[in-house]
């Protein structure tokens, strides 16, 4: 780490603020400490001096009511007078060379939820799930990450998620009795648990588009039979014709050739921020004429790839209200262009079954206003990976959506394992120490495995003791080191 300002020691025309110890990231995750100090001047007679580390969201619905959960607070005295010395004892702490008193302090970024929301209201969502809330209502979910001004909304005032420092200062001075300061941090948290496998296309599982819409095209004309274009354009003439039902001779309706195929594009469900998207085009020719002796080439002229977030926010009308209010869910949504390519050369890109969004160039999962997926207190952000297609098959041209999936969005770093125990929870971890050992290897054993370090760890006082393979292990609930975000999150 390194102290936020390197003048620490200028003189600085406040009397009481924050220098914080910064990560050499632009924020913070679970497990992450906050060390600073608070920089006091004596003149100010403090009597107390307290900090206070808490993360909580404000929530406004649509009729401008008003909810503060809180996912956590913390709060340590860094100083209590005596009542001696005239209220200058906080000079017995020493001073700076600027003349002011420094008071250590360090918090660490909690991995869950702690604090239930208030009690007031009921925070169940009536038309919740019983495995997957979409609102919490209980603590224990991981903490959400900042949200200042990002959420678009109707409301009067946007809601937000903080996560903040405030230091609170009495005095015996009359004319300022209480100074308070704070300091926001900002917060990204880390990726849950999965399997890696969700993180590849499915094509098991297909596709889901609106029901008013059919994911395979049919195509019907002359076009489709071999050396059509090298036939006279009297007979395309014709041909054409016969396909619009204008004409009716020796070339009947029935003689007209199709050919029907599926087009759809299967996404991963997990997206992890600033990687590449993973997207696998799927075609299959269903049917065909008889006199078409293979399947006709299908090309793409263009295709779009859009991330759709949605944010919700409920606010729970209060228990005591005997008003009946339909509980009302207030919904935001945006539309980000991910990946948008054309191809006008020639008769455009030639699709095939197999088909990667890799292969027609770099679609990454970036935006300046990126978020991974949360659900908390009366806010969640959702997120739908949304497809469109333009092509052509025998110069007829069809256009329309190729999926659109619901995708989970997580950062690049994991609080466990992805291929982890699922059965060890977060809480066993901090307890590896204390269970008992079942299989003991004598340290002496293993020099040729472990270097001097954590062979120093596996001796007492009273000599050595029963060897522990998790706790030579480095803890997966920080990762160390932990990789930089992109460019667009800093």
């Known amino acids: 780490m390194a102290l936020a300002s390197q003048a620490s020691a200028k003189y600085n025309p406040r009397p009481f603020y924050f220098e914080i110890f910064e990560e050499t990231h632009p924020f913070y995750t679970c497990g992450d400490k906050v060390q600073g100090v608070l920089r006091v001047d004596p003149t100010l007679r403090p009597q107390n001096v307290s900090i206070s580390f808490k993360g909580l969201s404000f929530l406004y619905d649509t009729n401008d009511q008003a909810a503060a959960p809180v996912f956590f607070h ?75 001004g990002l959420i678009p909304s109707k409301a009067p005032n946007a809601p937000k998620i903080t996560y903040s420092l405030e230091a609170c200062l009495d005095s015996v001075n009359t004319d300022n009795p209480r100074i308070i300061v704070r300091h926001e941090l900002k917060f990204l948290p880390p990726a849950p648990e999965y399997d890696l496998s969700l993180l590849q296309p499915d094509l098991h599982l297909g596709t889901s588009l609106p029901k008013h819409l059919c994911r395979y095209k049919f195509i019907r004309t002359r076009r489709l039979l071999p050396g059509y274009e090298e036939s ?29 195929f599926n087009l759809f594009t299967t996404a991963a469900r997990i997206l992890v921020i600033g990687s590449s998207v993973p997207l696998t085009l799927t075609l299959q020719h269903l049917d065909r004429s008889s006199s078409l002796p293979i399947p006709p080439d299908v090309f793409m002229r263009r295709i779009r790839v859009q991330l759709l977030p949605t944010y919700s926010i409920f606010v729970p009308r209060p228990g005591h209200n005997t008003n009946f209010r339909k509980e009302v869910v207030d919904v935001a949504r945006d539309t980000w262009t991910l990946f948008d390519k054309k191809f006008d050369d020639g008769n455009g890109q030639l699709l095939h079954d197999g088909l990667k969004l890799s292969e027609l160039g770099d679609a990454r999962l970036a935006h300046d206003r990126l978020l991974p997926s949360f659900t908390s207190y009366g806010l969640t952000l959702e997120y739908e990976l949304q497809v469109e297609i333009w092509g052509e098959c025998a110069k007829h041209e069809f256009s329309g959506l190729a999926s ?40 002496m054993s293993m020099l040729h495995e472990i270097d001097s370090a954590a062979l120093h760890e596996l001796e007492t006082d009273t000599g050595p003791r029963p060897f522990n393979v998790a706790a030579l292990s480095p803890s997966p609930l920080v990762p160390n080191p932990r990789p930089l975000p992109p460019p667009y999150m800093g």
């Open 404 to 443: 659109k999936t619901q995708v989970q969005i997580v950062t690049g770093w994991n609080m466990t394992s992805p291929q982890g125990n699922a059965d060890l929870d977060m809480g066993s971890m901090a307890e590896l120490d204390s269970r008992p050992v079942y299989h003991e290897v004598d340290p």
């Open 74 to 148: 913390h709060k340590k005295d860094l100083f209590q007078s005596s009542g001696a010395h005239e209220n200058f004892d906080i000079l017995q702490r020493g001073t700076a060379s600027d003349g002011k008193v420094v008071l250590p302090f360090e918090f660490t970024f909690p991995h869950t939820c702690e604090l239930p929301p208030p009690a007031e209201r009921n925070w169940r969502y009536s038309k919740d799930s019983f495995d997957h809330p979409r609102f919490q209502h209980s603590p224990g979910f991981i903490i959400p990450p900042s949200c200042t």
């Open 232 to 260: 006279s354009k009297l007979g395309k003439v014709k041909d054409m014709l016969v396909e619009k039902e204008l004409f009716f001779g020796l070339h009947s309706y029935g003689e007209v050739p199709f050919a029907r």
